[in-house]
């Protein structure tokens, strides 16, 4: 029993960035709050998060840099819902969706 307390609490507490690519406006609020937050300046090019657009297919694509530190303020920031922040216990209890 407290083994499978100790394995829905530490559940509980991992994390998942999920992206959701097409409903990325570009606003690059992502990327900024991870530059001030780690390099206390707002510059794109310090982010963790890359956001590209493609401009023929009126797309933008988000890539994670390897230094990604996996804080989710990036996922916490976002106004559109194209990154979120999600439990795993969450995710398994609404099937993966
Ligand atoms: S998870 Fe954290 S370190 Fe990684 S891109 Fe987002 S804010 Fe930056
Ligand atoms: S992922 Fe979210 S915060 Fe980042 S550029 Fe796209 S819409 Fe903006």
């Known amino acids: 029993m407290c083994f499978l307390i100790k394995l829905l609490e530490v559940q509980n ?12 406006t570009g606003c690059t609020t992502c990327a900024l709050t991870c530059s001030i937050t ?44 194209c990154l979120r922040s999600v439990k795993l216990l969450d995710d398994i209890q609404e099937g993966g969706k």
């Open 38 to 81: 780690y390099h206390n300046e707002f510059n794109l090019a310090k982010s963790h998060i890359r956001i590209r657009k493609h401009d023929v297919e009126g797309v933008f694509e988000i890539t994670f840099l390897s230094t990604c530190l996996k804080c989710h303020r990036c996922a916490e920031v976002c106004p559109s819902g």
């Open 13 to 24: 507490m991992a994390k998942e960035l999920v992206l959701t690519p097409g409903k990325c």
